[in-house]
């Protein structure tokens, strides 16, 4: 029988999308976080199909880069699934996909891992730096998977709206490109407030 072996391996860029997504998610009212695959106790149970009909909210802080409208989302159960290595072999695959939102990193893939990682995405949360890497395969990213959300944050420098903004940039063709594609982009006042957290919850200064 395989045992499974937890292994905690966390960067400062993990940490700070971690950071991230909690904020996120923290705004939204839900019930249950899928934090527990593979086992079977009560406050692990799926979310039942009711759960994830509910109304939209508006989150300021996270605007869409064509629309410049704020990103609408609600969660109840939500599967926060790593990148890490550690997930091959897990068969946690259907446990995720009964979750109501489905968070993942930068460009971790699903395709091939299904039966571990699961099929569904519901959110994307991407690192400035890993957005060229997302573009190497915008097909897959932006076609295929065009239900799915990005939220993409990086410094001001990078994200600057002025034309000197070599991500933004890149995102803007993007969506030209993928007019379907849901693309947003955490704001400079929300980019300061997430730094903020971090330093004080890590002591560093990002």
């Known amino acids: 029988m395989f045992q499974r072996i937890p292994v905690l391996a966390v960067s400062t860029v993990s940490v700070f999308l971690f950071l991230v997504v909690l904020r996120l998610i923290n705004e939204v009212s839900f ?20 759960w994830r009909h509910r109304s939209l909210t508006y989150h300021d802080g996270y ?3 064509k629309t410049r409208e704020p990103l609408q989302l609600d969660c109840n159960h939500c599967a926060i699934v790593s990148n890490s290595g550690q997930m ?13 939102c489905i968070w993942r990193m930068n460009n971790a893939p699903t395709k ?16 400035h730096t ?16 065009n239900d799915t959300i990005y939220v993409i944050w990086g410094p001001f420098r990078n994200m600057r709206e ?3 903004g070599i991500v933004y940039n890149m995102l803007r063709r993007t969506v030209e490109n993928y007019s379907s594609a849901k693309v947003y982009i955490t704001t400079e006042m929300r980019m300061n407030y997430c730094d903020t957290i971090f330093k004080k919850e890590t002591g560093r200064d990002r």
């Open 162 to 164: 002025d034309g000197k």
């Open 63 to 65: 605007i869409n880069i």
């Open 88 to 100: 091959t072999g897990q068969k946690a695959g259907h446990e995720i996909d009964q979750s109501s």
């Open 31 to 50: 019930l249950k976080l899928l934090s527990c695959f593979g086992q079977t106790s009560a406050h692990c149970a799926p979310a039942p199909v009711s």
């Open 112 to 127: 091939g891992y299904t039966e571990d990682v699961g099929k569904r995405t519901t959110i994307r949360v991407v690192s």
């Open 130 to 145: 890993s957005v060229p890497l997302l573009l190497k395969d915008p097909d897959y990213f932006f076609k295929e998977s």
